[in-house]
């Protein structure tokens, strides 16, 4: 029979592949790069690719190699492959192919290679290492591991360093330049270099006509951030050698090592080519100059090398609008180089291929993805992309367009508007997302969600550190190992759990003075005795904290009834904890877990989110525990620290499009996903488009000069006149100033693109007049104007009238606290609650009236104490006091009263 990808389809009973699909499918082995546009199924065409290469007996399965950037993207595309090869192996197809039975027994004992770019190159750096030579079995660093080593070096920096920073921001900028001069393969001798040519011609030249003898200040800015990136230098060196002599890399180090050991030993690309003859790049827009070089060294054909012959199959998959990760060293420009990285057999450039059928958008949609892309698309040298387009049997899909007058008028516009898909809704609700250009600007939208009844999850709001549950964690882990900790002590007490009110903290507070007052005022001169121990640091000196006052809180009629009893459970409950912080930190970390009810709480929660932040947080506390050199919890709590500072609270578990809640997060963190409801707000300028923050490598010393960037070709050009004076010398960096910033709005106009393309039915897209603060109106964004004028706006506000006050500041917010975590919900909860005491107490009554005589007798005689009441029982309603709580204990685990131990099980919110 005539396989084709049709047929290949229909023997594995899979729905048939489009034409665009088929050409993919179907290509000779050899080099392509296949253009998919968002939502056009590359994943099912990439493992249907390998399904096709591996039944026609091109390749067998573990010579199929499949990259691509995230462990999740990893995962699903090794899913569907392998799904897709047992499918091949259980069709009769094969019989037809080849009925020796060889080859069903090649794609059953065979088993393809799926990994990400990263955990393919920490392969080679383990095989291949000692060639340069290098350290194969290096520990690999974190973000986090790599700033304490970093700061390390700064701290102990015994030469002169000519910066006027603190240690923290110089280790920060050590880091980021380390990181790009190991992402383009650049040497710290070339960037000093560069620096002191640049800086010299900079001072040497004269002023210009009518100019003044002294520089201006953008002037002399330009200089001094060369001048310090040049004295960035040796601590980036001494950083290097600080991880050789700790026989230590970080992940731009395993990628340095990687593309030379592909570039500089032909042996390695020669063994990786024999081994895998199919290789499948996925999301390639987004990689960096260390892969492009790496691939091409292995898989492609280096400059001024004859082309292979019989080289492999490489398909490259990619989306140039996509192309999103600029700011941490990818390059689209790849995607344009791949065909001369990659060639034929012949030496002429890899077929090109599109998919631009998307099964995700409504047509409405992609008019306007079609429109914010269209100056991308017109860029010369691009690759040439076309227009997305609907796929068959596509609905028709809502845009709504708003300018409001104020920020408050258009959150609530939005939260409106999802509302009411939520409640037209026939079954379940619709799959929301809102996704903001700024984390700062989650917190109000989350807020007015809720306050329509919206179940509402934060996703990433400061990295996993901030997400509450984590928050919680930590700070009984911080109580534990400094009673001192009162910020700590001060969120337990006033959170969701123990909602101490407002006099209790105080009278709390005012106890903790108590305990150790102040010494009294010195009679006469000191004698040389007490002036030497007063100089003393801290030895004589006692100090307290809320910790200490709830260990000892004092007479009961100092707080409210309730108020005491909570204090005084938190104050058992901790010391239970202090006596297990000599356990295993994994221990330690599931006991407060189990004690905060955190496990219980989270495991309540509806849809798939549940543990995933416990989870991963779990897992950094082992990773810790494995390869810190002292895991102890004091260790642990500085690396958390360091962390908050390095990688913005560490990354946040992995949170799937959620069915049963509005998701609110960044357009970066949103590709990938998909939603019915997408709600893309604050479309307004200096927001989305966002401002630049950082500068350009002209006025920023953690950026490497596009001269030397590996994707320099890519990147506007410095023409610096010869012999020119400063006038000139000034228009010439302003010219490539502006022509840089361009670049910038051309990486936002790429994120608006991906965040249109993540709506599959509704899209709501809104801006304001007036912020949250400023003296300022704001103007829409040019991507407002693109949306209005393909879809009229609902509201369309007027521009304030000049001398106009932004009503924002003349509204005083105001709150109740401690915040019931409830909200709407708290009665409908606590009434369930009582009747679930209820039922427990007629369950005890039922118990009580069936038990033989003296039973009861004899079971209190046993105990060596009667066991307590549950807590809050018959207690009286305090409604400043929070949800109440019942408890049923039983011995073993967190103590309930001196001496004993009991395992509780509490019902709360």
């Known amino acids: 029979m005539e396989l084709t990808p049709t047929s290949l389809a229909s023997a594995l009973g899979l729905p048939p592949p489009t034409d665009e699909q088929a050409a993919v499918i179907a290509a000779p082995a050899r080099p392509a790069l296949v ?108 973000e986090t591991a790599s700033w304490q080593l970093a700061h390390r070096v700064v701290t102990s920096w015994a030469d002169d360093l000519d910066v006027d920073l603190v240690p923290a921001t110089v280790t920060q900028r050590l880091l980021a330049l380390a990181g790009e001069l190991g992402e383009h393969l650049v040497h710290p001798e070339a960037v000093r270099t560069h620096a002191e040519a640049l800086v010299a011609i900079l001072a040497g ?122 700011w941490r060293g990818a390059s689209a420009g790849n995607l344009a180089r791949f065909r001369t990285d990659f060639p034929g057999p012949s030496g002429a450039p890899a077929e090109e291929y599109g998919l631009l059928t998307s099964f995700r958008n409504p047509p409405e949609v992609l008019t306007l993805a079609n429109a914010a892309s269209a100056p991308l698309r017109a860029v010369p040298g691009a ?104 910020p700590a002590a001060a969120r337990l007490l006033t959170g969701a759990r123990w909602r101490l009110g407002v006099a209790d903290l105080a009278a709390l507070w005012q106890r903790a003075r108590e305990i150790v007052p102040g010494e009294p005022a010195p009679r006469g001169p000191l004698s040389a005795a007490e002036l030497a121990v007063g100089a003393l640091p801290g030895e004589q000196a006692e100090q307290a904290g809320l910790v200490d006052a709830l260990d000892d809180p004092g007479e009961p009629e100092r707080y409210s009834p309730a108020g005491h009893e909570r204090i005084t459970r938190l104050a058992r409950e901790l010391s239970w904890l202090r006596a297990r912080a000599s356990a295993p930190l994994t221990d330690l970390v599931a006991d407060a877990e189990r004690m905060l009810l955190l496990d219980a709480e989270t495991a309540a929660r509806p849809g798939p989110v549940g543990r995933a932040h416990l989870d991963a947080f779990a897992d950094v506390v082992a990773d810790f525990a494995t390869g810190a050199e002292v895991a102890t919890l004091p260790a642990l709590l500085d690396f958390l620290e360091t962390a908050e500072k390095a990688e913005d609270g560490l990354t946040p578990g992995e949170v799937e499009v959620a069915p049963d809640r509005v998701q609110v997060l960044t357009v970066h963190a949103a590709k990938g996903l998909e939603w019915e409801v997408v709600a893309v707000p604050h479309l307004v300028t200096q927001v989305f488009p966002g401002r630049r923050i950082s500068g350009s490598w002209l006025t920023n010393p953690v950026e490497l000069p596009v001269a030397l960037r590996g994707d320099a070709h890519d990147l506007p050009v410095l023409d610096l006149p010869a012999d020119g004076d400063r006038k000139q010398l000034e228009d010439a960096l302003k010219e490539h100033s502006e022509a840089l910033d361009e670049r910038r709005l051309a990486e936002e106009r790429r994120l608006f693109y991906v965040a249109l393309t993540r ?39 007027e521009a304030p009238a000049d001398g106009e006050v932004n009503p924002a500041t003349l509204d005083q917010p105001t709150a109740s606290w401690p915040v019931d975590p409830l909200g709407l919900r708290s009665p409908a909860v606590h009434a369930g609650a009582e009747l679930v005491r209820a039922a427990v107490r007629e369950l005890e009554e039922r118990r009580t009236a069936r038990a033989e005589p003296g039973a009861q007798l004899e079971l209190m005689a046993g105990s060596e104490e009667p066991p307590e009441p549950p807590d809050d029982e018959d207690e009286p309603a305090d409604p400043g006091a929070g949800p109440r709580t019942s408890t049923c204990c039983s011995p073993s685990g967190p103590p309930r009263g001196p001496g004993r131990q009991w395992r509780c099980r509490r019902s709360s919110r």
């Open 205 to 326: 030249a004269p002023p210009g006509k009518r100019q003044r003898a002294e520089p201006s200040q953008t002037y002399k800015r330009w200089m001094d951030a060369q001048r310090q990136r040049a004295a960035l230098l040796p601590l980036v060196e001494a950083f290097g050698a600080r991880k050789r002599a700790e026989r230590a890399v970080d992940f731009a180090d395993q990628l340095t090592i990687a593309a030379k050991l592909a570039a500089d030993h032909p042996e390695v690309g020669a063994a990786e080519r024999a081994t895998y003859r199919a290789v499948l790049l996925d999301e390639y827009q987004d990689t960096g100059h260390a892969q492009r070089v790496l691939l091409r060294a292995l898989f492609g054909t280096m400059p001024g090398e004859p082309v292979r012959a019989e080289g492999p199959a490489v398909t490259a998959v990619g989306d140039p609008n996509q192309s999103i990760y600029g």
């Open 759 to 797: 709506s599959e039915r509704v899209l709501l897209a809104s801006g304001h007049r007036w912020g949250a603060a400023g003296e300022r109106p704001r103007e829409p964004s040019e991507f407002l104007v693109e949306v209005a004028a393909a879809h009229p706006a609902e509201h369309w506000a």
């Open 383 to 486: 690759v040439g992309v076309g227009e997305l387009r609907a796929g068959p049997g596509a609905g028709a899909g809502d845009v709504r367009v708003a300018l409001l007058s104020d920020v408050a008028a258009e959150i609530a516009w939005m939260a409106d508007a999802i509302a009411a898909q939520w409640a037209s809704a026939d079954d379940a609700p619709p799959t929301s997302a809102v996704l903001v250009r700024r984390r700062a600007d989650m917190d109000p939208i989350a807020a007015a969600l809720r306050a329509r009844g919206l179940p509402v999850e934060v996703v990433g709001l400061g990295g996993l550190l901030d997400t509450p549950e984590v928050r919680d964690l930590v700070s009984v882990l911080r109580l534990v190992a400094d009673p001192l900790a009162g």
């Open 35 to 142: 253009v998919a546009g968002a939502g056009a199924g590359k994943t099912e065409t990439m493992a249907a690719r390998v399904v096709w290469l591996v039944a026609t007996g091109e390749v067998l399965p573990e010579q199929v190699l499949g990259l691509t950037f995230t462990r999740k993207a990893a995962q699903q595309l090794g899913a569907r492959v392998r799904s897709r090869l047992r499918r091949l192996a259980g069709s009769r197809l094969l019989d037809e192919m080849d009925p020796s039975g060889a080859r069903r027994i090649a794609v059953l004992a065979g088993e393809p290679t799926i990994a990400t770019y990263h955990a393919y190159a920490g392969r080679l750096v383990g095989e291949h290492a000692l060639r340069l030579p290098a350290e194969p079995a290096a520990r690999l660093l974190g």
